[in-house]
Structure formats: structure tokens, C-alpha cells
């Protein structure tokens, strides 16, 4: 991904990047921008200027804003950021001004944070507490002339949603985010992967998470696109990570496919191993049929997506029938649901199983969304607002 200009002025100065993180970042700017650069890009929290080194070779013309508040990676920052024209700015990006105390790792500086360390994954779990100035993003960028932001690369260490505040209207024009994520939390005070996910999807995002296979609190990244362009399938793969049980974190999940859909082996980018069924002449006629043809894969699936009914008759009957082969946290799509028809299939399938399942209007205004209950809570689309949220198991 490094241009020869890059790789080659990283030689001439004695620099070695021993990973490349963004690419996955770079194409998804480049899916929106095209052949142009974006104008300005944030690294917040860059303690190295690795990555932001990367993006000033994807992005030769952007201007690269890096954020890093470690009072021991400074001169370290400010010489890279002279020789790859990139402005750096050394403090804590939050959303208040002022300081704040800084726990600084003394193995693992990547994991170093404003919030008090719990558990850092390797690292001895020695930190030094020392004070740091800090900022909110809105206000310096003002300061620096700055009109609006297209891109952010994150990296917080559970600091993400006051990050996040600080921005104020400048979050409004961003397109693409790179964040992380962990359904557990490694520091006091760790903003929960629910409320991180709620305040982006409410900002207009969808969300794209790919999780660590080796991080022990289940830590990943998440990619953020502003809404406009790209399928539902990256919210689906949200939900069934999120609302899933422990176990499916781990194994590949089952996915029925009905019908014909845009991309189906798109979810085996974010689930490793994923099995993909795909169920193209189903006739929906005889309930029996639907049981059967489910019933002969012997799994029980996490995602049932269906792109192929029309008819009210025939959707209800394959809700019925396609339910007790949906595992713990398994999510159903419905493409192309009947609006009129909501209310009736609400009460027809309570009915038909007594409050296992829960339901949803809308899903990106064309879907309808069954989410099975998950132990005392599940997750579910709201009211078109696209926010997860707890309904209690009666």
C-alpha cells in the first residue's frame, strides 16, 4: 500500500512500520472519494504517527491532523511529522478543555489512555499517571483554520464517545470513521460497544465491526460509513455480532439465504468461515416445505435473510415455520415487507410463540426485522431510528 516516495523516504530516515493497519480504511475513503484525496483527515491518538504516515501515502494531497497527548512519544511524533508533512498536536482530544490525568503504559504504549487501566492486554499492567493538557476537537480545529473534517482514524483506548462529543457540528460533513470497539471493558470508565454503536447509527453511520480473533475482551474495529451508498448487509453484520451469544464469536456462523441476494458472501468478510446457504427454488405454498427444507441443513442459523417473498400469506407462513431453526441471538430479514401487513404479523407470531421473539417495524425502511431474545435482553432496530436497545424477557 506504501508508495515508492514513501517506503523510500522511510529508509532514508531509518523508519520501519512493522504493520500496516489502514487499508481497510484507505478503500473505504477511496469508495467515496473516488480518484480525489479527501481534504483533511484526523489520527486521534496516533502515539507513533504510524498510520498517519500510511494515509499521507494513500493520500499525498490531504491534509493529516495527528493527536497524541504521551508526553514520551512527543519529539518522536514532532520529527515524523516535519518529514511527512503531516500537523501535530500534542494533547488529549476529549469533550471538555482543560487536563486530565494520563495513564501511561510501561510495555505496551499503544494501550496508554485517559481512562484508569483494568486489564491491558500485553502489557505488565504498569502504568505511570501523569497530567496532560486536553481539548475539544471543534475548538482546535477552528484554531487551525479548519472548515470541515472528511475522514477519522481512532485509536482511544475506550475514550471514544466524549472523542466523539467533542466534535460538536464538524461531525456532520465526516464520511468515513475508524474506530475501536470491545463488548468488555479493559479500563474504568470504558464506553460499552452499545453506546458507541447507538451514537454513531443515530450520526447517520452504518457500521461495519470486525472483531479481534485474539484480543481476550473481544476487542475489533469498527469501519463507519456515512449512510447514502452501501447495503444493509453491513448493519446485519452488527446485529448478529452484537446480539449474539458468547459462542458465535468464536465458530462460523449459518447464514440462509432465500432467494437471490446482492451479496451474500459478503458477510464472510467479518465472519470467519462463515457458511452461506443458499435456498433459491423454495416454494411457500406448503408450511411443511418451508420446516423441511430448513430443517435438512441440521443447524440451527444466525441469520435467516430472505429476498425473494412478495405476498403477505407467504411471509407470514415462512416466519412460522423458520423461527424454531433460528439459534440463541439469531436474527430474520425480510426484504420487501408488506407496511399494511405489520400489525398483523406482530400479533400473529406472538401469538403463534407465546413472547420468545420480538419484532421490529423497519428495517432501513423496506425490512422487516425478527430478533430471537438472548437471555434477560436482545437488541433490536427501533422505530427507524436504527438504535439498539434492551426489551426485557417477560
Known sequence: MLTEKIKSTLAN????????????????IRREYGNNDPKVILDIGSRDLDQSIELRSAFPNARILAFEPNPNQRKLCEERA????????SCAISDSEGSADFWVMDFNEGGSSLLKPINVPW?????NKVVVPCRRIDNVLKEMNVDHVDCVWMDVQGFELKVLHGFGDYLNDVKVIHTEASPNPNYEGHVSMNDLVNYLMENNFELDFMPSRAHPYGEGDILCIKKGKHSNL??????????SQESIKCRPINVAVIGECENPDY???YFQNANVYHIENLSFALEEEIDKTLEQYGVYFDVI????????????????????????????????????CIEKYSYDVWEYKHDE?????????ESFVLVRNNLKYGKYWTNGKNSFVKKETY
Open 123 to 127: 502489557s505488565t499492567n504498569i502504568s
Open 82 to 89: 516535519k518529514i511527512f508533512d503531516i500537523e501535530f498536536v
Open 305 to 340: 435473510l430472505d429476498m425473494k417473498t412478495n405476498d403477505y400469506w407467504d411471509q407470514i407462513r415462512l416466519i412460522r415455520n423458520s423461527v424454531r431453526h433460528l439459534s440463541p441471538g439469531a436474527i430474520m430479514i425480510i426484504h420487501n415487507i408488506i407496511p399494511e
Open 13 to 28: 530516515h531509518g523508519i520501519e512500520l512493522q504493520y500496516i493497519l489502514t487499508e481497510r480504511f484507505v478503500e473505504a
Open 267 to 269: 458477510l464472510k468478510r
Open 357 to 365: 421473539y420480538f419484532f421490529e417495524e423497519k428495517f432501513e425502511g
Open 234 to 243: 453491513t448493519n446485519i453484520v452488527n446485529i448478529v455480532y452484537t446480539n
